[in-house]
């Protein structure tokens, strides 16, 4: 009897070790990723739309849970905002929209063929352009539906740079950055 409940004392010493272990790690990695999120947008931030960051969560929501990506996601928004000085009505809660839509969406369909998800990088361009409507109208007053489909005309060649750009760097960087973290996961996976 005493064998038996020094065995479950050991089993959930062990268990609570390995809960540690991967709470040490999921917020080693979840920052990390976090700072790749933003590093990489502060170097093209030079170029207008042109960025890795829709790449990155599409790939990231195959493999983070929800406790690592959507945080991920509202870290990103905030440091984001906060760094290109836009931490306003204007475009914080439409990023903060357009982004988690993106990791939710990308999450539900991570097991779907990669056509589905290359589809869903390029229309996220003109979803995230889109989001920006209702917020800028409420800001700058907009009165008539005339001012709103013309800030739609106006926005709509940075929604195609976008989508563009999504292709690209989908493309190039989707299936090695996926088998990247598939044999990163596999290698974590063994060892714990």
Known sequence: MIHYQLMVTYIHLQLDRSKTKNSVRSIALTSMLLAIL????????????????VILIIV???????????????????????????????????MLFSWTLLALVSKRLKHKPDYVKLIIAICFAFVYGWSFIP?????????????????????????????????????????????????????VDNTI
């Open 60 to 94: 990231y929501a195959q493999f983070l849970s929800d406790k690592e990506l959507y945080p991920l996601v509202l870290a990103y928004v905030i440091l984001d905002s906060l760094l290109m000085g836009s931490l306003s009505l204007l475009y914080t809660p439409a």
């Open 135 to 187: 917020f800028t109208a409420i800001v700058q007053n907009f009165s008539t539906w005339n001012q709103v489909f013309r800030y739609f005309y106006f926005d709509l060649p940075f929604e195609a740079i976008m989508a563009v750009n999504s292709l690209i760097t989908y493309l190039i960087f989707y299936l090695p950055l996926t088998k990247l973290f598939k044999k990163l996961y596999k290698q």
């Open 38 to 53: 933003i590093i990489q947008e502060e170097l093209l931030v030079f170029i207008p739309n042109v960025q890795l960051t």
